[in-house]
């Protein structure tokens, strides 16, 4: 009974997300405009330049575009976070991913020089896309959306809200002429100064802990600390790795965390001293000069510098100038997951230019190994014939709370690469991960 349960659950999320899909796409760009025309004021441009109008015409559709994408987000993120009906769930997710990629894609096109603001509005289309789509993924495996994915829903809601008054306000405004205000083809003028005279705070949310391999381990966990440090005694172990810096706030919760900004960017740790994430604000100059081992062992170098005794394991992805290497600890040659700590490494430089160890910090414990007596060969023996082993590792994986100590086979099938786990205790295949190939690393689902 609870397994038809299940099945019916996953086929009403499986066809909403079909309907959702095949509905939207149809109709998503013909009502963005006829929304946009009703609620932001157009501007007559009277130019004989028909390239220089062509241009702000274009410009103009994409903040049209961008205004509606979050204003819909708005709206779905906020329905979602209330809704007890799976459908309706998975329809609401699916309008939330394509208006977030709606978003992505449009402020591309908008004439904004770069800044720290635009940035994190990019990053919040991109994060927000990835998250819905995840949790459709979650619902179409018939499981309830938790407490915690509610309240982060409501969070990106806020930061909905908050992108839509700004590039809302700013479209119905007199300055909002790209072109024909005064500043040039480039047209950078008005609405960059705008995006930088925004609080720094206004876009910013908790980091969603969701992508990459037993990343559940940390869903329902918190980071606990052991004692309370000053503000002072932080920014002294901030100077120590990343030099000087200010501390800009505190995030309540209940390992309180500081956050600081520094030269190279943003900085942040538990109230006992210790790096949870770093960001890095950087210029790359486009020449690529480190291959995937000399940033796997940058990335370890970095986490040992800052007391993680972590190994480098495989790089995870690679996305323009920037190699991202997961790192975890690693006992008596047993990978443990669960302490996973992921890092960003400039490949132009081999400077660290991100860290995010919440991960680490959460899962992090004196372990004693408890490996299976099911020899190699007997795990092996439950592959799919197709698959030919290319390496095996030693792993310790969390599913559902619960850990496992299983083999880790490396395979192809000629065509797709795949990671295998079989515990070694019962002998039975437990996670099976399918690599997306990237150009030099690759992205595990």
């Not at 000053?230 to 309540?252: C, L, T, W, Y």
């Amino acid at each position: 009974m609870v397994k038809s349960s299940k099945v019916k659950s996953f086929w009403i999320a499986f066809f909403a997300i079909l309907f959702v899909i095949a509905t939207i796409c149809g109709t998503y760009h013909a009502i963005s405009m006829q929304n946009a025309l009703r609620h932001v004021k157009m501007s007559v441009i009277d130019d004989e330049n028909v390239y220089k109008i062509g241009m702000e015409n274009t410009q103009k559709q994409s903040l049209y575009l961008v205004c509606d994408a979050l204003k819909n987000m708005d709206a779905n993120l906020g329905k979602v976070a209330v809704s007890n009906d799976t459908s309706h769930q998975a329809e609401l997710l699916t309008d939330v991913a394509i208006c977030a990629s709606e978003v992505s894609c449009q402020l591309a096109n908008l004439p904004i020089e770069t800044n720290d603001v635009l940035a994190k509005c990019e990053k919040f289309a991109n994060q927000t896309q990835d998250y819905a789509t995840y949790l459709v993924g979650r619902i179409a495996s018939a499981n309830q959306l938790q407490q915690d994915e509610r309240c982060a829903l409501k969070n990106l809601q806020r930061v909905a809200k908050n992108m839509y008054d700004v590039f809302q306000n700013y479209a119905e405004s007199d300055s909002a002429m790209f072109i024909t205000n005064g500043t040039g083809v480039s047209g950078v003028g008005d609405l960059t100064t705008m995006l930088k005279g925004v609080k720094d705070d206004a876009f910013t949310y908790e980091k969603l802990i969701y992508d990459g391999p037993f990343s559940d381990s940390v869903e329902q966990k918190h980071i606990t600390c052991t004692q309370k440090i000053s503000h002072k005694q932080g920014s002294d172990i901030v100077k120590k790795h990343f030099g000087e810096n200010k501390f800009v706030r505190e995030i309540a919760q209940k390992c309180p965390l500081y956050v600081y900004q520094t030269q190279k960017g943003e900085v942040t740790l538990t109230s006992d001293g210790r790096v949870v994430e770093y960001e890095a604000t950087q210029v790359f100059d486009g020449k690529k000069s480190l291959d995937g081992k000399q940033c796997i062992a940058k990335a370890e170098e970095f986490c040992q510098a800052l007391g993680y005794n972590v190994k480098g394991i495989w790089v995870s992805n690679v996305q323009d100038y920037v190699t991202y290497v997961n790192c975890a600890t690693v006992v008596d040659d047993v990978i443990v997951y669960p302490e996973l700590i992921k890092v960003a490494v400039d490949t132009s430089n081999g400077q660290i230019v991100g860290l995010e160890a919440k991960s680490y910090l959460i899962n992090h414990k004196s372990r004693q190994v408890d490996f299976g007596t099911t020899s190699q060969s007997d795990c092996q023996k439950q592959l799919d014939k197709s698959l030919r082993v290319t390496n095996v590792a030693k792993s310790l994986i969390e599913i559902k709370g619960k850990e496992h100590f299983a083999y880790e086979f490396e395979c192809t099938d000629g065509t797709n690469q795949y990671y295998v786990y079989v515990d070694s205790h019962t002998g039975k295949e437990v996670q099976i991960f399918k690599v997306i190939a990237n150009t030099e690393g690759h992205t595990v689902m």
